[in-house]
């Protein structure tokens, strides 16, 4: 689809049915490297008698690929892969009015959720940003889809930029906020929402890559509180992978910072937050952490594990 966006279709091998699913859901691919979600594309509503005939997803080619969007990108026609049924972090709130925030290759489960609200005549707008027009796909659809309920927004032409403080003060009573794509957006359209006076319950978000390693990522220790045993997480593991590995049973979701399920009790240490889902208040206390993504900022954590 672009330079780096490459579209896939699935069906099932059997010739079967695929299971339903409503707009915003992803399924998990098990793959080599592990699971990856991604988000199920429609421009026709899925109907609710039976399932559909086919599943459609665009993956982006991640430069800090951990083998996954590889793996993606690396497979040819008649190539099968093992799917997860379809689950969804990020519903649609029913009837609400929306407004839709995609950020590059973020713009995957907006695809379904303006398909839905279109169908069912409920007012919507739909902004998409990107790097350049080149590098979105999709693009062309959605203008024929979505016409004057569809803005664009080019990182390189700044007279197209997202205003994101005129957006938020734009928003209606009723109106409900979905954002998705990179943390940088998610954090830039929680805080203009906040400042506009949007209650947090109005503002939906999925975070569409996992927080990347970031260079100068450096080794730290993990006590698990209940049994003293201590695990070292290098760079480039979590922390739920090294206590996994170690036999630690921990309850996770969307292994991306955004699901919140994975909310630990820090009771000695500091973290280094790179979550989406956490309020800046929690994340300024310091008493609870995401462990799905976050680090330390200490040289040990001790966890109430
Ligand atoms: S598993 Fe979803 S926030 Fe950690």
Redesign the pocket.
């Known amino acids: 689809m672009t330079d780096k966006v490459r579209e896939l279709v699935f069906v099932r091998s059997d010739g079967g049915e695929l299971a339903g699913y409503a707009p915003g859901a992803h399924v998990k691919f098990q793959l080599p490297s592990g699971e990856r979600s991604y988000s199920l594309i429609d421009f026709k509503p899925v109907s609710g008698d039976g399932g559909p005939g086919e599943y459609r997803f665009a993956v982006q080619l991640e430069m800090q690929s951990t083998g996954g969007s590889q793996h993606m990108h690396d497979l040819a026609v008649g190539d099968e892969a093992v799917v997860s049924p379809p689950g969804n972090d990020f519903p649609l709130v029913p009837n609400a009015p929306a407004l839709l925030i995609a950020g590059g290759i973020g713009i995957t489960p907006m695809i379904s959720m303006a398909t839905a609200l279109a169908f069912a005549a409920t007012p919507f707008r739909f902004h998409y940003a990107g790097r350049t027009s080149s590098a979105m796909a999709y693009r062309d659809e959605l203008a024929a889809a979505f016409g004057d309920q569809l803005t664009l927004h080019f990182d390189d032409q700044p007279d197209t930029a997202l205003n994101l403080q005129k957006l938020a003060a734009s928003v209606g009573e009723d109106e409900h906020v979905y954002v998705c794509g990179p943390k940088g957006m998610i954090d830039a359209v929680k805080s203009a929402m906040e400042t506009a006076g949007i209650a947090a319950d109005r503002v939906h978000f999925e975070l569409f890559t996992s927080a990347a390693e970031q260079s100068g990522d450096v080794a730290f220790e993990v006590e698990v509180h209940a049994t003293g045993e201590v695990f070292t997480v290098p760079p480039g593991k979590t922390i739920i992978e090294v206590l996994e590995d170690g036999g630690v049973d921990l309850i996770?979701?969307?292994?991306?910072?955004?699901?919140?399920?994975?909310?630990t009790d820090i009771i000695d240490g500091v973290p280094d937050h790179r979550?989406v889902?956490l309020s800046d208040s929690e994340k300024a206390e310091g008493k609870v952490m995401?462990?799905?993504?976050s680090r330390a900022k200490s040289a040990r954590l001790v966890l109430d594990l």
């Open positions: 996770h979701d969307c292994l991306r910072g955004d699901c919140g399920i994975c909310k979550d889902v995401q462990i799905c993504v």
